[in-house]
């Protein structure tokens, strides 16, 4: 439990931070806006390359990836349905809803847990790639499908959006500079360290700044002011509960290993990333909604974190 607490310190103190920042207007009215596009853009781009370039391919050849990528899929998949069915989103709210149920802390909380838990980081960082390879591409081509664009402007975006989006221009150039082993100029290298080691308290503190928001009545992006509480109730439950489940079940058919079979378990149950969040709040798409739904899901894993590790460690 002491470790858990300990990884969970930062999240809450620098969202906390985000909030006062805000509360006192102490960076100025548009300083959520303008810290957003900061992170989108700059920051956490430098946060995965930093991570992936010490990186090879072959770190995805993991045991327990299968289960973590198939309760991340099924998970995702049931979250976006549900939204689409019950709740009648458009294909936006759907993918976000989708990506919220199943999108994982990987960076800033995923890296302390896994490693208190589990002492090597081998998992995480193969469940990252595959996150920044592979889903985020995925949430941010259909986040741009569902955007107005003039004829074959949509295919030409959706082509280019590997060159033109910075979040999967830097991931895939980290990958490529770690499989090839590359090593840059340390010149180079420290800046974008440097700005990695802000990327995570900017999202924090972004998202902390939303939290007043929601205080003050002030409009998020794509608030559009409904309550939602059951499908907050229904995202938290399949990100915390369903999705850790699903890997427990796949892992036991597959017999893997013990420590594969914890990593798996374990990762699935990380809450929902910030990422979510920043990219909702590019797009103007339910951001309040994600906040929240990042918000209570961080808290509720904190109890599933230490007994998922207490029972299979």
């Known amino acids: 439990m002491t470790g858990a607490l300990v990884a969970f310190a930062p999240i ?3 969202t906390g931070l985000g909030y006062l920042l805000s509360r006192f207007t102490v960076l100025g009215e548009r300083a959520d806006t303008v810290l957003t596009r900061f992170a989108f853009n700059v920051a956490m781009p ?15 050849l993991n045991p327990g990836l299968l289960a973590f990528a198939a309760a991340t899929a099924t998970t995702g998949l049931i979250g976006a349905a549900l939204s689409w069915t019950v709740f009648r989103r458009g294909i936006a709210e759907r993918t976000v809803s989708g990506m919220a149920s199943c999108y994982i802390n990987a960076a800033n909380l995923g890296v302390p847990v896994v490693l208190t838990v589990l002492g090597d980081v081998s998992f995480i960082v193969a469940v990252l790639l595959l996150q ?10 259909l986040l741009e499908a569902g955007r ?20 999967i221009a830097a991931s895939l150039l980290g990958v ?9 100029p340390e010149v180079v290298l420290q800046p974008i360290h440097t700005l990695g080691d802000a990327g995570v308290a900017v999202a924090l503190l972004v998202l902390g700044m939303s939290l007043r928001a929601g205080t003050t009545g002030v409009t998020l992006p794509g608030d559009t002011g409904e309550r939602r509480l059951s499908e907050r109730l229904i995202v938290v439950v ?7 489940a699903t890997a ?10 013990r420590p594969a079979l914890l990593a798996a378990v374990l990762c699935s149950a990380l809450p929902t990333a ?12 339910d951001v309040r909604f994600i906040r929240d739904c990042v918000l209570l899901s961080t808290l509720v894993s904190m109890g599933t974190l230490s007994l998922i590790a207490v029972l299979l460690g």
């Open 12 to 14: 809450w103190s620098l």
């Open 148 to 167: 107005p664009h003039a004829d074959g402007g949509r295919w030409r975006t959706l082509l280019l959006l590997p060159v033109r989006n910075p979040i």
């Open 46 to 60: 430098a946060v995965l390359f930093s991570t992936l370039v010490d990186t090879p391919f072959t770190a995805l």
């Open 176 to 184: 490529l500079v770690g499989t090839t082993g590359l090593r840059l």
């Open 248 to 257: 427990l079940g796949v892992g036991l058919l597959l017999d893997l290993p």
């Open 274 to 285: 910030q990422n979510v969040f920043i990219a909702a709040s590019r797009y103007h798409i």
């Open 238 to 244: 399949l990100k915390t509960i369903l999705q850790p």
């Open 132 to 141: 920044t390879l592979f889903m985020m591409p995925s949430m941010l081509a």
